[in-house]
């Protein structure tokens, strides 16, 4: 499906848009990073003379970016996107507890599987930088 027939795009870590732009289109709704690709870009901001023009090619034209990084690192990224751009940290600690708890269901040892089906429905976000909406 073209870009432009699609209502959502989720794009993963630093997947290009740039050159491909005929072919998936150039805006990202969600953009979901991992902690090594969000240190290294909260990095080169953090580095970057001008803090509006440091955001790296794949964060711009992006709504929304969901972190698996830090409080200091989702700011950092959150510095350098549009006002109207927001960085949301990912519950990693819930992420932890949902991976554990699956495992155990799936390898069969008995424990606490009454947790499963929250963590299946449970949000998957912490916080947001944006701003309330007006």
């Not at 499906?1 to 794009?11: E, H, N």
């Not at 740039?18 to 580095?47: C, D, H, M």
Request: proline share 10%; with cysteine; glycine share 2%.
């Amino acid at each position: 499906m073209p870009r432009a027939q699609a209502d959502v795009v989720f794009r993963v870590n630093n997947c290009p848009v740039a050159g491909f732009e005929r072919l998936v289109g150039r805006s990202t709704s969600v953009r979901f990073l991992n902690s090594p690709r969000s240190q290294l870009w909260a990095k080169q901001i953090a580095a970057a003379p001008r803090r509006s023009a440091a955001a790296p090619p794949e964060l711009r034209n992006n709504d929304h970016v969901v972190s698996w990084g830090s409080e200091e690192t989702v700011k950092r990224l959150a510095s350098s996107l549009p006002k109207n751009a927001s960085v949301t940290r990912a519950n990693t600690q819930f992420r932890k507890h949902c991976a554990s708890v699956n495992f155990w269901a799936a390898s069969g040892t008995p424990r606490d599987s009454s947790l499963l089906p929250r963590c299946l429905s449970a949000p998957l976000l912490l916080r947001s930088s944006a701003p309330p909406p007006p």
